[in-house]
């Protein structure tokens, strides 16, 4: 989670307009009806009027929706789901609601350093999931240093156990992959705990414990998602963890070098430092790469206000590990060719990921790949008409949970209860929970400019002050949003940018109106919740062009 996505649409230079394809059959000028009307693909299905940057919206009308009618007898299932993550348990149980006869094949590969899940994917397992709770107990330490300046009596004392935060983490897990297995049976989805390759384009060998199995069915859809990549460097396998492995270590992390500085590396930064340990990020080149790199480096500079060092355009060469257990890691700086080494207690590597093909021997069905992905068209389709992918594996989208639910969902309706509808991979929400969190939907700032030109951009921002910031004097002078908005004409709202407490929350229902057509007088015209954080988007007036001072004098007027 969580890249900026440049469709055929961006290279191409066309624009958005201030309507999306839900709005065209109302709420819709006659001039822009009659652009509608005019515009018609190959097949005669009417094209909306804009594409977006970072979604191809033309093509998803290019063509009517195929459908799938279910051969039963021919093949042992209708419809056979490769991965057991969100994205694909999500297709699975809705084809089974529309009678479609479904299996599951769901297979982990342990860690280097042994690691290993149940079914449910990344965000249950080593994802989401735990990451959020790491970083609610995380901001948790940080209240409970906080109350005191509320009346309460705390205890100075106080510290995490990181073998209990770790054993409580892993039993919620746990009681999710239970409760996982009990749907899929519950819902009649025949869950196959093997590891899947093609045979050919309607056949599958699966690898049991109890020996292979052949698989045959009319459709397939691959969900494998994907697993963090290593560095090719000395010691880098045998030394180092990752996400996959944080989350369920048997020991404290202690002082740690997380290597990358995308949302991965910069949240597990950000919690391990609210636990109390030593982090440093290492960035080899920009922090959020994909993000608004204005709001990414708010990000940065709040982390280190807190104690989180940056080492910048360095790069690791080597991990040895030591007599006493700890491991020297020699890194170069990049730009000024200097080597140093220091010593941490763990490695934690989080610069990148790579979708999981290798296995599928997708060259017997003759499914293309680019790069590590599965590239497909409007309808999840890969070049193989009745092979589908969602999800992470997915060449060019979101890597994004919700994203991956809402595809498989859709793509099931779409394969077996006569539905229409397309995902829509634009103006998706997502949250860096960061110590200081970071929510966004919509466009960037450089990708607003990109797409439109600076000259036809407005950027309204502003500084403020959490009022529960206030007793406990905690620092507000990251605390920001912005947006980025269309500067004549309905003054669009193509993004909105938030740091600051409970982003998520925030931003989620902007997200809607991102989605609806928002603009900057509908803002504008909006009466906030006071006293409350997301009201400051209501609240907005200064714009980067007036030069004007956005830091507040008042929290009231």
Same mark, same amino acid.
């Given at each position: 989670?969580?890249?900026? +996505? *440049?469709?055929?649409?961006?290279?191409? $230079?066309?624009?958005?307009?201030? *309507?999306?394809?839900?709005?065209?059959?109302?709420?819709?000028? =006659? =001039?822009?009806?009659?652009?509608?009307?005019?515009? #018609?693909?190959?097949? $005669?299905?009417?094209?909306?009027?804009?594409?977006?940057?970072?979604?191809?919206?033309?093509?998803?009308? *290019?063509?009517?929706?195929?459908?799938?009618?279910?051969?039963? $007898?021919?093949?042992?299932?209708?419809?056979?789901?490769?991965?057991?993550?969100?994205?694909?348990?999500?297709?699975?149980?809705?084809?089974?609601?529309?009678?479609?006869?479904? &299996?599951?094949?769901?297979?982990?590969?342990?860690?280097?350093?042994?690691?290993?899940?149940?079914?449910?994917?990344?965000?249950?397992?080593?994802?989401?999931?735990?990451?959020?709770?790491?970083?609610?107990?995380?901001?948790?330490?940080?209240?409970?240093?906080?109350?005191?300046?509320?009346?309460?009596?705390?205890? /100075?004392?106080?510290?995490?156990?990181?073998?209990?935060?770790?054993?409580?983490?892993?039993? %919620?897990?746990?009681?999710?992959?239970?409760?996982?297995?009990?749907?899929?049976?519950?819902?009649?989805?025949?869950?196959?705990?093997?590891?899947?390759? @093609?045979?050919?384009? %309607?056949?599958?060998?699966?690898?049991?414990?109890?020996?292979?199995?052949?698989?045959?069915?009319?459709?397939?859809?691959?969900?494998?998602?994907?697993?963090?990549?290593?560095?090719?460097?000395?010691?880098?396998?045998?030394?180092?963890?990752?996400?996959?492995?944080? @989350?369920?270590?048997?020991?404290?992390?202690?002082?740690?070098?997380?290597?990358?500085?995308?949302?991965?590396?910069?949240?597990?930064?950000?919690?391990?430092?609210?636990?109390?340990?030593?982090?440093?990020?290492?960035?080899?080149? +920009?922090?959020?790469?994909?993000?608004?790199? =204005?709001?990414?480096?708010?990000?940065?500079?709040?982390?280190?206000?807190?104690?989180?060092?940056?080492?910048?355009?360095?790069?690791?060469?080597?991990?040895?590990?030591?007599?006493?257990?700890?491991?020297?890691?020699?890194?170069?700086?990049? /730009?000024?060719?200097?080597?140093?080494?220091?010593?941490?207690?763990?490695?934690?590597?989080?610069?990148?990921?790579?979708?999981?093909?290798?296995?599928?021997?997708?060259?017997?069905?003759?499914?293309?790949?680019?790069?590590?992905?599965?590239?497909?068209?409007?309808? !999840?389709?890969?070049?193989?008409? %009745?092979?589908?992918?969602?999800?992470?594996? +997915?060449?060019?989208?979101? !890597?994004?949970?919700?994203?991956?639910?809402?595809? $498989?969902?859709?793509?099931?309706?779409?394969?077996?209860?006569?539905?229409?509808?397309?995902?829509?991979?634009?103006?998706?929400? #997502?949250?860096?929970?960061?110590?200081?969190?970071?929510?966004?939907?919509?466009?960037?700032?450089?990708?607003?400019?990109?797409?439109?030109?600076?000259?036809?951009?407005?950027?309204?921002?502003?500084?403020?002050?959490?009022?529960?910031?206030?007793?406990?004097?905690?620092?507000?002078?990251?605390?920001?949003?912005?947006?980025?908005? =269309?500067?004549?004409?309905?003054?669009?709202?193509?993004?909105?940018?938030?740091?600051?407490?409970? &982003?998520?929350?925030?931003? *989620?229902?902007?997200?809607?109106?991102?989605?609806?057509?928002?603009?900057?007088?509908?803002?504008?015209?909006?009466?906030?919740? %006071?006293?409350?954080?997301?009201?400051?988007?209501?609240?907005?007036? +200064?714009?980067?062009?007036?030069?004007?001072?956005?830091?507040?004098?008042?929290?009231?007027?």
């Amino acid at each position: 989670m969580k890249s900026t +996505i *440049q469709s055929g649409a961006e290279k191409s $230079g066309n624009k958005r307009s201030s *309507q999306s394809p839900g709005r065209n059959a109302r709420n819709i000028s =006659q =001039q822009g009806r009659s652009s509608v009307e005019s515009s #018609t693909s190959d097949t $005669g299905i009417n094209v909306p009027p804009f594409n977006h940057p970072h979604c191809d919206r033309q093509a998803m009308y *290019q063509q009517p929706v195929r459908k799938v009618k279910p051969l039963r $007898g021919n093949y042992d299932y209708d419809l056979v789901v490769i991965g057991g993550g969100s994205g694909g348990l999500a297709c699975a149980k809705e084809a089974v609601a529309h009678g479609a006869r479904v &299996a599951c094949l769901d297979f982990v590969k342990p860690t280097p350093s042994g690691t290993k899940w149940g079914v449910g994917g990344t965000c249950v397992n080593v994802g989401c999931i735990p990451k959020k709770l790491m970083h609610q107990a995380s901001l948790l330490g940080e209240s409970v240093h906080e109350a005191a300046a509320y009346g309460w009596n705390v205890d /100075e004392k106080i510290k995490p156990d990181w073998s209990k935060l770790v054993t409580s983490v892993q039993n %919620h897990i746990k009681s999710v992959n239970w409760v996982t297995r009990v749907d899929l049976r519950d819902k009649k989805v025949e869950y196959i705990n093997g590891l899947g390759s @093609f045979v050919d384009s %309607h056949t599958l060998s699966a690898k049991l414990k109890s020996g292979d199995r052949t698989i045959t069915a009319q459709t397939f859809v691959i969900a494998v998602g994907g697993r963090p990549r290593y560095p090719n460097i000395p010691g880098a396998v045998e030394y180092g963890i990752t996400s996959d492995d944080i @989350f369920s270590l048997d020991r404290e992390p202690g002082k740690t070098l997380v290597v990358g500085a995308g949302y991965i590396g910069l949240e597990c930064a950000g919690f391990l430092k609210g636990l109390g340990y030593e982090p440093t990020v290492m960035v080899r080149s +920009i922090v959020l790469r994909g993000f608004d790199q =204005q709001m990414a480096g708010l990000v940065a500079a709040s982390m280190e206000e807190r104690g989180i060092p940056f080492l910048r355009k360095t790069v690791p060469l080597s991990v040895e590990k030591q007599p006493d257990g700890k491991l020297l890691v020699k890194y170069e700086n990049t /730009e000024t060719g200097e080597v140093d080494s220091d010593v941490f207690d763990t490695v934690l590597w989080a610069i990148g990921r790579k979708g999981l093909v290798e296995d599928l021997n997708l060259q017997n069905a003759g499914v293309m790949t680019q790069k590590d992905k599965i590239p497909v068209d409007s309808e !999840e389709t890969t070049n193989v008409p %009745h092979i589908y992918a969602v999800g992470d594996i +997915i060449y060019g989208k979101p !890597e994004l949970t919700p994203v991956a639910v809402l595809a $498989g969902r859709l793509l099931a309706r779409r394969l077996y209860a006569e539905s229409d509808l397309r995902m829509d991979y634009a103006d998706v929400a #997502t949250t860096v929970f960061t110590p200081l969190e970071y929510a966004c939907v919509g466009l960037s700032e450089e990708d607003a400019v990109k797409a439109y030109g600076a000259e036809e951009i407005e950027v309204f921002h502003g500084y403020y002050k959490p009022t529960e910031f206030f007793i406990p004097q905690k620092s507000v002078r990251y605390c920001y949003v912005k947006a980025v908005a =269309q500067r004549t004409g309905d003054q669009r709202v193509y993004g909105l940018h938030y740091l600051g407490p409970v &982003a998520g929350e925030v931003i *989620q229902g902007f997200a809607a109106a991102i989605k609806s057509g928002l603009t900057i007088p509908t803002l504008m015209n909006t009466v906030g919740i %006071h006293p409350t954080t997301a009201e400051e988007f209501t609240r907005l007036s +200064i714009t980067k062009r007036s030069g004007l001072d956005p830091t507040p004098a008042s929290c009231c007027s």
